[in-house]
C-alpha cells in the first residue's frame, strides 16, 4: 500500500512538473517575435513538441533493445514517434532540401518496420491485449486522440473566425493549437516511459 501511494505521489510531482513546463514555453513564446508571426516552426513550442517525440522514440528503441517484454509494442511505438518526428519537419525539408524529401524518409522507417510488424503481429498483439486496461495505455491513448484528432479540430481556422470576427488574430488560434498539441506530445513522451517501466518490471518479474 505505501509503495501505491509513493507511486502516485512521483506521477503527480513529474506530471506536474512536464504540464508546469509546457506552460512556461507557451508564456516565452508569446513574447517573442512580432504579432502574426508567433508560435512558428523555429518557436520553442514545435521544438519541445519534437523533443518530446525524439526522446520517447529513443527511450522506447533503448528499452527493446535491453528487455524481451513489450519489445514489438515498444518497437511499434518507436516508430510511430519517429514517424511522426520526421513529419515535423516537413516544411523545413521542402524549403531547404527538395520536395518529398520527408516523405522518402518515412518511407525508408515505415518499410522495414511493416517487415517486422508482419513477422510479428503476435507479439504486437499480445502486447496490447496485456496493457490495453493499464494507465501507461490510457496515457497513450489519451495523447494519440488529443494530438491526431482533438487538436486538428480544434485548430480549424473557421471556429476561431467565427469566434473572433474582425479581431481574428492567428497567434491566437496558434497558441490554442499548439498549445493543445504539444500536451499530447508530452503525454505521449509520459506514455512511453509507463510503458518502459513496465517492460523493465516485467523483466524482473
Keep these: 500500500m505505501k509503495n501505491i501511494w509513493l507511486v502516485l505521489f512521483l506521477r503527480t510531482v513529474i ?14 513564446d508569446s513574447t517573442v517575435g512580432e504579432v502574426g508571426t508567433r ?6 513550442t ?36 519517429l514517424v511522426s518526428f520526421v513529419r ?8 531547404h532540401w527538395f520536395d518529398g524529401a520527408w516523405q522518402i524518409i518515412v518511407y525508408s522507417i ?18 496490447l491485449e496485456k496493457l490495453s486496461s493499464s494507465f501507461s ?5 489519451c495523447a494519440v486522440l488529443i494530438v491526431f484528432l482533438f487538436s486538428r479540430i480544434y485548430g480549424l481556422h473557421g471556429i476561431w473566425q467565427n469566434l473572433l470576427g474582425e479581431n481574428y488574430i492567428r497567434d491566437i488560434k496558434n497558441v490554442s493549437e499548439e498549445g493543445i498539441e504539444l500536451l499530447g506530445y508530452a503525454l505521449l513522451f509520459l506514455g512511453s516511459l509507463e510503458v518502459c517501466l ?8
Design 46 to 81: 514545435e521544438i519541445a513538441q519534437e523533443v518530446f517525440l525524439l526522446l520517447g522514440a529513443i527511450a522506447c528503441y533503448f528499452v527493446a533493445w535491453r528487455s524481451k517484454a513489450y519489445r514489438a509494442l515498444l518497437i511499434s511505438m518507436a516508430t510511430f514517434m
Design 15 to 28: 506530471y506536474s512538473l512536464v504540464l508546469l513546463g509546457i506552460l512556461e514555453v507557451i508564456e516565452y
Design 110 to 127: 515505415l518499410i522495414p518496420y511493416f517487415i517486422y510488424a508482419f513477422k510479428h503481429w503476435r507479439g504486437i498483439k499480445s502486447d
Design 88 to 95: 515535423e519537419f516537413n516544411n523545413y525539408m521542402k524549403t
Design 137 to 141: 495505455f490510457g496515457v497513450l491513448f
Design 198 to 205: 513496465n517492460s523493465f518490471l516485467a523483466k524482473k518479474a
Design 39 to 44: 508560435f512558428g516552426e523555429s518557436s520553442f
